[in-house]
């Protein structure tokens, strides 16, 4: 079977198409219509059907070459025929390619749509002024500024909030509740200091304010965790 | 809670790392066993042969490409973590730009760039998914305390009993 195929062959075809590319630059009325069907794979079931088109299309190959002008007639062959092919795509092949079309598109829609949350989420979380993390960020600077804070732990102050499974402390714990018509949020997030064992932790309040629409604070103490337990207010705007 | 007797930055790299390489190569067996089978003569001797001989060159190598993007990652996170001294989203993020820098070092400058904003975009997208998880578990447990009164340590500062709240 392989000594009758041309060294002309293409090598890029391989195995997949060489059923459409027989049809489209050999004598495809050999064949007739419904033979060989536009999907490649299903090529692979009928090779006694091929074999014979092959060894009759490349028997006239021989005085087709001679006849043809090199290069051009062969290219607008193929075009020709590429295109009587195209016309006898059945509407049932259009109504499942228009279907396959439509399930990515909806899936490319569902994965736009989740990763566009996911963007949506970090940053309302990173650069929104009412986030926890923003208010765990100010307050654990005017810790680090307090010169009482500094005299307790020491200079470099960590801070960090709720372990999770893998031992990160990224989340810092809050809750939000509504009084009088306001929004308070609390939270609490640890602080650590270089002097060995000192910990402590804090518990920051903020209401929200109307007019400008962020949160302003309440109040930011720490509770430090020695014996005798020592309460250090940073700030008190009640 | 303080479930971590030790601190977690140093021993979280070699976690990471391993844990990278275990899903490298898990994933990579199965990616490379299904692989090896396909693109094998007929018979099922010849397929498994084939799919063995795939797993035991490319998943390792696999593994070992996420094992250094974990390492990597990991390191470049405890060190932040450590200058900055506060653990926050924006360290992952940062973490992820630069290790995805360093591992295209070799292409030259301009892939360091698009290397850095994908490996800075995937790690929002997975710290996004992180705290929407963390924040849907802990709005699963409503029993959150009576929140009328301020705490009882900021009026008279010495009151000892003071109730924890979530």
């Known amino acids: ?238 | 809670m303080e479930e971590y007797a030790r601190e977690p930055c140093p021993w979280r790299i070699v976690d990471d790392c391993g844990g990278a390489f275990t899903m490298g190569a898990i994933g990579g067996g199965i990616f490379q066993a299904i692989k090896g089978f396909r693109n094998s003569p007929v018979g099922v001797n010849h397929r498994l042969r084939g799919s063995l001989t795939a797993i035991k060159t490319r998943a390792p190598q696999l593994g070992g490409s996420f094992a250094v993007w974990g390492g990597l990652f990991s390191m470049i996170d405890c060190s932040m973590v450590r200058m900055r001294g506060k653990e926050d989203p924006w360290n992952s993020i940062t973490s992820g730009a630069l290790t995805g820098a360093i591992l295209a070092a070799r292409n030259g400058p301009v892939a360091m760039v698009g290397s850095a904003a994908m490996g800075g975009i995937l790690l929002a997208l997975i710290e996004g998914a992180g705290i929407l998880l963390t924040r849907f578990a802990s709005t699963q447990f409503p029993n959150g305390p009576q929140l009328s009164e301020d705490p009882s340590q900021l009026q008279p500062p010495l009151f000892s009993n003071y109730q924890q709240y979530q």
């Open chain 1, 1 to 238: 079977m392989p000594g009758v195929l041309p060294r002309t062959l293409p090598a890029s075809l391989g195995r997949g198409c060489l059923g459409r590319w027989l049809l489209a630059t050999r004598g495809w009325a050999l064949l007739g219509a419904g033979a060989v069907p536009c999907s490649c794979p299903r090529w692979r079931l009928r090779p006694p059907l091929l074999l014979r088109a092959a060894r009759q299309s490349f028997g006239t190959q021989a005085g087709g070459l001679k006849a043809a002008k090199p290069g051009g007639d062969n290219k607008d062959v193929s075009v020709h025929r590429a295109l009587n092919e195209e016309t006898l795509v059945s509407a049932a092949q259009k109504v499942k390619e228009a279907g396959r079309d439509f399930t990515y598109f909806i899936v490319v829609l569902v994965g736009i749509g989740v990763t566009g949350g996911l963007f949506y989420v970090i940053f309302k979380e990173l650069f929104s002024s009412s986030s926890p993390n923003k208010i765990y960020g100010d307050a654990l600077e005017k810790c680090r500024s307090h010169p009482e804070i500094i005299s307790v732990f020491g200079d470099s102050i960590k801070g960090y909030g709720e372990a999770t499974r893998r031992g990160r402390r990224q989340h810092v714990s809050h809750i939000e509740y509504i009084k009088d018509g306001l929004k308070h949020m609390r939270l609490k997030f640890y602080i650590e200091g270089t002097e060995s064992g000192k910990q402590g932790t804090v518990h920051v309040e903020v209401k929200e304010n109307l007019e400008t629409g962020r949160f302003e604070v309440r109040y930011i103490f720490v509770d430090v965790e020695t014996y005798p337990r020592r309460t250090i207010v940073i700030e008190d705007n009640r």
